[in-house]
């Protein structure tokens, strides 16, 4: 594929002999450099300062990204199969900008300055998965033994460097940060009868990692050097295991009851280091978390069913939220993580109901969730500079009721529509201290949603497109940006149906997409505005040779979804990833 913004390049090759299967993938894309625009400011105005800060800047940003994959299955026997998948990632972006800066002090116009800004930073990511997965069949239908085990490497690197003609010190940081993570996991399954079905196993998450952050500061004669004090090396240990048991009770009249436990024991371990602070001891931190489980299906006719669920979930912090360096690549506003803590326990009770037929499903619920040791970012300002510093904190609970849809249907034979929406409110109950950070009361409701529809016309032509369209999300200091973006495309088939060629239009009607975040604390308020080139034009074309129908290697495996990864997780269900 070639465009106006971006371009890809994606092979598969597919391999299939007696009761061997291989197949492997490569992708490439290419970003075009990108030039955005950002506006933000700060109004502060409390016992201490009456100010303002407004900047403007400009930026250039160019991004690439490789994933490639390799995945290998054999069947020993009817009884005995072996598969193993090996992922790699490599991408990154890089940005250079300039900003112009005006801050004015109400207090002391002395103090009040205009100047100039020079920034550039390099993001780089990568690493790997590797994963073997055995598979044991017993005689009897559905009895089953599976061991999987993965292991997952990743690394993340980020330098920046900002130059400043007054106001601010010069600026220069590298953090280099890895985390390898090894899983076990056992899964046995027992029809014990027609009726009852018996499910058990266990796993074990090991994780590894650390953070290297390097401080430059300017010397007299503004040459960048190493800064010892400010700069640190930090290991965090994290060791998961687990132990669960399901239960499936098929009853009279079309009722079905699943019942299940788990138990999580969590070990921590975190060791900050400084070569000139003796004072950063390392810490510990274990817990045991008990995670029940129970549905209760009633089938309503052979395709239809209702369906009642409570659930449990726990959410770890992930290095985003752990990291305990400050990152001061923005230095108005600056952030840094908390190794101390807890994770995010939720609790969600959710009614139901599905159909289906040969021209729709649809699957439409309600649900209730109700979330402990609530984690967001909260901002301060600075002690002794202008500007802000987010800390992750745990601050508080949170309940929602919500409700999802989810429908395909193809009101004629040449078209096909597809829908999800998600809606679920958010009313935060802060604790402590954290009841004077909030900015603003009431419930806010918050939404997601997706549609999409595909068209075949005569002559091997289809037209396609999706619409994504999510509201901003409330915090307890404010809100972050909405989201919405549409996608259009035509494609057509030949060489009998091998070949494709295909134009496709990312957002038409909108040049940019804009991202407005807005947040106030105490004695601050502060808001910016990021805005990047989004509409672009593009032609794909794809070739398939060979066998046509490849079933590939069998997909067993491991999910670790324990990790909070996002700033604004989505508090009740959330739309599906688009492939």
């Known amino acids: ?17 007696n009761r061997f299967s291989l197949s492997a993938n490569v992708g490439f894309n290419n970003g075009w450099p990108q030039e955005s625009s950002s506006e933000s400011t700060q109004a502060f105005d409390n016992s201490s300062a009456k100010s303002l800060q407004v900047t403007k800047g400009i930026n250039e940003v160019k991004r690439s990204g490789l994933l490639a994959s390799v995945n290998a299955g054999y069947d020993f ?18 940005r250079t900008g300039t900003n112009d800066n005006q801050f004015t002090d109400y207090m002391n116009a002395s103090n009040s300055s205009v100047y100039k800004g020079e920034s550039s930073s390099k993001n780089a990511f990568g690493g790997f998965d590797w994963n073997l997965n055995y598979a044991h069949k017993f005689s009897k239908e559905g009895h089953e033994l599976t061991f999987s085990s993965q292991w997952s490497h990743s690394i993340v690197e980020t330098n920046y460097q ?41 796993k074990s998450i090991t994780r590894r990692i650390s953070s290297d952050f390097q401080n430059y500061v300017p010397d007299s004669q503004n040459a960048f050097v190493f800064d010892p004090i400010s700069s640190n090396l930090y290991n965090y240990n994290q060791d998961v295991t687990s132990i669960y048991s399901v239960g499936t009770v098929t009853l009279p009249k079309g009722f079905t009851v699943m019942a299940g436990a788990r138990f999580e024991n969590t070990a921590i371990k975190g060791d900050p280091t400084n070569e000139l602070q003796t004072d950063l001891n390392p810490f510990t931190i274990k817990y045991g978390t008990f995670i029940p489980s129970f549905t209760l299906q009633k089938a ?35 952030t840094q993580g908390n190794p101390t803590l807890d994770p995010e326990i939720s609790q969600t009770v959710e009614l139901g109901y599905s159909t289906f037929s040969q021209k729709r499903t649809i699957n439409i619920s309600a649900y209730y969730k109700y979330t402990a040791d609530l984690i967001e970012g909260i901002a301060t300002p600075l002690q002794d500079e202008t500007g802000t510093i987010t800390n ?17 249907v193809n009101p004629f034979k040449i078209l096909t529509l597809r829908g999800n929406f998600n809606a679920f409110t958010y009313k935060p109950d802060p604790t402590g201290i954290y009841s004077l950070e909030q900015s603003s009361n009431g419930t806010s409701i918050q939404y997601s949603a997706f549609v999409s529809g595909t068209l075949q016309l005569k002559n091997n032509i289809a037209a396609e497109a999706f619409i994504i369209q999510n509201s901003s999300k409330k915090t307890l200091q404010g809100t972050s940006p909405a989201f919405n973006l549409m996608v259009f495309g035509v494609k057509k088939q030949f060489w009998n149906k091998a070949a ?23 004695g601050f308020s502060q808001s910016s505005t990021f805005k990047f080139p989004i509409r672009s034009f593009g032609l794909t074309f794809s070739y398939n040779f060979g066998s046509m129908k490849f079933t590939g290697a069998k997909k067993k495996g491991i999910n670790n979804d324990d990790l909070k990864e996002g700033e604004q997780n989505n508090q009740g269900g959330g739309m599906p990833a688009m492939k």
Not at 7 to 12: D, E, K, Q, S, V
Not at 79 to 88: A, D, G, K, M
Not at 394 to 405: H, L, P, R, T, Y
């Open 300 to 334: 309503l006719s052979q395709s239809a069913s209702l369906k009642l669920t409570y659930s449990k979930r726990i959410s770890r912090p992930s290095l985003t939220y752990l990291n305990p360096f400050i990152n001061k690549s923005n230095i108005q506003a600056q």
């Open 1 to 17: 594929g070639i465009g106006t913004r971006q371009n890809n390049f994606n092979a598969n090759i597919n391999y299939n002999k």
């Open 77 to 94: 026997n009817t009884f005995n199969s072996l598969t193993t998948t090996f992922r790699y990632n490599k991408g990154g972006f890089e």
């Open 162 to 202: 900002n130059i400043y003609s007054s106001f601010y010190t010069n600026q220069k940081a590298n953090n280099d940060g890895a985390n390898n993570e090894y899983t076990l996991q056992l899964d046995y399954t027992l029809p014990v009868t027609e009726k009852f079905k018996l499910e058990a196993g266990g």
């Open 500 to 522: 494709s060629l295909g134009v496709n239009i990312v957002s038409p009607f909108k040049k940019e997409l804009e991202f407005k975040q807005v947040s106030s604390g105490q």
């Open 392 to 408: 992750y904190q745990n601050i508080g609970s949170n309940k929602s009721f919500g409700m999802s849809f989810f429908g395909s």
